[in-house]
């Protein structure tokens, strides 16, 4: 499975965009890039997934370069309630029964200032 | 929107007692999941189910079991509780498919004392 290295905190302020980038060299041609969000004393959120380029939803944008060793989120004009544990993630299809085997690290605090 | 229910979100137990988490979801997926979150080690896969009545081994699987007896639920089951399992758990749901994101519950947080 692919190791992901993101930064453990960052900080903004309302109003801000806010892009944490996440490292995976080892990424392997079918592997898919999931981001994930979690609040305190809640289970993760999926934000959003990309395999190339650029995906964009209601929510964020993941900017994926071409040599796909790296990844962006992307999350325009923070507020507060963005205050939040972000996970990069690098998808493994596993054969049986079909599913994505996920392996959560540390993640990256970002903590939004008023 | 996927829900996924779990049943107690703070629960305290005994060393020794048999514990059962549940977790149901409402959206007919196949995949269901459970995981426990501990600091610093991030989520830690236990069981795995792709079907009903069909399970497989996570990570660390040694001290639980799971029954899923029907498509909704999935239950997760110490069979005899120790201080080592105190520990959030969380519960997931997703179609099947290498790339269809798990939805999670909001977690159980159960404290063996």
């Known amino acids: 499975l692919a190791k992901t290295t993101q930064p453990i905190s960052m900080d903004s302020y309302e109003g801000q965009e806010v892009n944490i980038t996440c490292s995976h060299n080892?990424?392997?041609?079918?592997?898919?890039i999931t981001w994930y969000q979690q609040f305190p004393s809640q289970g993760p959120r999926f934000i959003i997934q990309?395999?190339?380029t650029k995906v964009t939803n209601e929510v964020a944008s993941l900017f994926i370069p071409a040599d796909r060793k790296s990844s962006t989120l992307s999350l325009p004009r923070v507020s507060l309630s963005d205050t939040a544990v972000y996970y990069c993630?690098?998808?493994?299809?596993?054969?049986?029964?079909?599913?994505?085997?996920?392996?959560f690290g540390a993640g990256t605090r970002l903590a939004v200032h008023p | 929107d996927v829900k996924v229910t779990q049943s107690s979100r703070y629960l305290v137990k005994r060393t020794g007692e048999k514990v059962f988490l549940e977790c149901v979801q409402d959206?007919?997926?196949?995949?269901m999941f459970w995981y426990r979150q501990d600091p610093g080690l991030g989520l830690r896969l236990i069981y795995f189910?792709?079907?009903?009545?069909?399970?497989e081994k996570g990570d660390i699987p040694e001290g639980y079991s799971v029954s899923r007896e029907k498509k909704e639920r999935f239950s997760l089951i110490l069979e005899s509780a120790s201080t080592n399992q105190t520990s959030m758990y969380l519960c997931?749901?997703?179609?099947?498919?290498?790339?269809?994101?798990?939805?999670f519950g909001d977690g159980t947080r159960l404290s063996i004392l």
């Open positions: 997931a749901s997703s179609l099947p498919g290498g790339t269809q994101p798990q939805h």
């Open positions: 080892n990424i392997a041609t079918n592997d898919y």
């Open positions: 990309g395999y190339k």
């Open positions: 993630l690098v998808g493994d299809r596993v054969r049986s029964g079909g599913y994505n085997k996920l392996i």
């Open positions: 959206m007919d997926h196949e995949n």
């Open positions: 189910s792709y079907d009903v009545k069909m399970k």
